[in-house]
Structures are given as C-alpha cells and as structure tokens.
C-alpha cells in the first residue's frame, strides 16, 4: 500500500465524524494498522478535550505505546480548537497551539494542520491579522522539526501570498479534494498554481450539496486529481477525511484500495 492514512474517528461508530474518539482511540489506531494505512491523523477538538490523551506527558507515552502495537508511526495533528476560537483574537487559541506543539514533539509528529475555516477564516485576501500568530506557530514548529500547513479554501494566489508573507519554510498546504471542489474551485488547476506549497492532501469527496459522501460518489474527479499530484512528483503521505457509511471498517478498507489502486495506476502509467 501506498503512504495513505485515515483521520481519527472513521473506522469507529462513535456519534460524531470530526470528533477525538474518545473511548476507542486505541481500537482505531489498531484497526488501522490491520486494514494497512500508514497512520492515523490526531485530532485535536473544537472545545478543550482535557481528557484527549495528547495533552499530558503520561497520555503521550500511552499514544506512542499504541502507536508502536499498531506498527503506526504518529505523523499528523488536526487543530480544530481554532475552528471555534479565533487564532487571531482567542488568546488561548494560540497559547494552547504552542503547546501542542510541544506534545507534537514528544510524538515525533512531523505536521500540524491549521484549519482556517469559521471564526479563524481570514475573509477574502484580508489575512493581514493572522500573519503575527502564524510567524510564532511556525517558528516554535521549526524549533521542533515539525510542518506547520494551512488548510484554506481561499483562492490558490491568495494562498500563495500569505505563504509569502509568513516567510517561514516549515509553512505550506493541506489541500482538501472535497472541500475545495464545494467552493466551486478546478481542484486540478489550484494544484497546479500551489505546486511544492502542496506538503500534505486530505481525500474527501462530496455532494453538490456539499455533504462528504463516500469516494467515487460525489463531485471530485479523482482519477484527474491523482492524474496531476504525480505529474507534480508529489511524494509525500495522503490523509483520508472521509465518510464512514454504514460499516466504517469496511468502507475504510474500500476506500484505502480505491485510492490506492489510483495512485498505482499514475505511477505505472
């Protein structure tokens, strides 16, 4: 299998998608391992979890041991808090970042995702205000070793003045399939004018409604888009931010293989 991994939370039923799965982390993370992925992304909720293990010394030693049964290295953390908590104006927002990303450190995570989206959402090219958090994120990550990308679905040059602006060379992009393609975008064009600021790729698919749907069924034309990250030589890990249907292990397992044969077909091709 490719570098392909899956975000916490779809391979459980727990009642929320996007949410820490708080009483089968560990469950996940082995079952993860079984099907084949290559890691499982952190996630970090929009309200303080004080009982996520991240943020302890002693539940980090639990995460690593977890990590090392499955076989699965940790490599990325989803920073939800700022969803709900603006990074420019929620002081804590910003003080709770910093620490994680010394958490991050102990894990040997090697990328945080900072989602700009809902009370953290620059409007338009107005992103002045978030430069200054953004310079000390990225500098503490650079003192860890850790990547620090942006998940936006501001327009590609947009994107590409801010990453100027922060200045920081541990700065780049997550870039959502689905999410981008929602917003009306040519996914396949904005990765294009991204280039090497694309350091990491979350898999999704949705609605024209916008609803995540299960991949292959929705509005993304994946063979185009995994078509154009290897004409790019992107090399680097995909995280699956998918639906879960109604069996999650099952569909995680089927869309592990749909990607996966996708991006086998591009390297042979």
Same mark, same amino acid.
């Given at each position: 299998m490719s570098?392909?991994?899956?975000?916490?939370g779809r391979l459980v039923s727990s009642e929320a998608l996007q949410r820490f799965p708080q009483q089968e982390w560990?469950?996940?993370?082995h079952t993860a391992g079984l099907l084949g992925f290559s890691h499982v992304e952190?996630?970090?909720?929009?309200?303080?979890?004080?009982?996520?293990?991240?943020?302890?010394?002693?539940?980090?030693?639990?995460i690593l041991q977890a990590a090392a049964e499955a076989s699965l290295p940790m490599y990325s953390v989803v920073y939800d808090y700022m969803i709900d908590h603006d990074l420019a104006g929620a002081d804590d927002a910003l003080k709770q970042l910093l620490v994680l990303i010394e958490r991050a450190q102990l894990l040997g995570v090697r990328m945080i995702v900072v989602p700009l989206f809902e009370a953290s959402e620059p409007v338009a090219d107005d992103y002045g205000r978030y430069v200054p958090p953004l310079q000390t994120v990225?500098?503490? /990550?650079? *003192?860890a070793g850790i990547e620090v990308v942006l998940e936006s679905v501001l327009p590609a040059e947009t994107l590409l003045r801010m990453a100027d602006a922060l200045g920081h060379r541990n700065?780049?992009?997550c870039f959502d399939s689905g999410n981008r393609a929602a917003q009306g975008f040519d996914i396949c064009a904005d990765l294009k004018a991204l280039g090497a600021l694309v350091r990491h790729v979350h898999v999704k698919d949705k609605s /024209?409604? *916008?609803?995540?749907?299960?991949?292959g069924?929705?509005?993304?034309d994946f063979r185009r888009f995994f078509h154009t990250l290897a004409g790019l030589g992107f090399d680097r890990r995909y995280t699956l931010e998918t639906a879960r249907g109604d069996d999650p292990v099952a569909t995680g397992r089927r869309?592990?293989?749909?990607?996966?044969?996708l991006m086998t077909k591009d390297i042979h091709a």
């Open positions: 570098a392909i991994g899956i975000t916490q560990r469950q996940e993370m952190w996630l970090v909720e929009r309200e303080m979890n004080p009982a996520n293990p991240i943020w302890s010394p002693s539940g980090c030693r639990e990225a500098a503490a /990550a650079l *003192g700065v780049g992009v /024209a409604s *916008g609803q995540n749907v299960l991949l069924t929705g509005i993304v869309h592990l293989q749909f990607v996966d044969g």
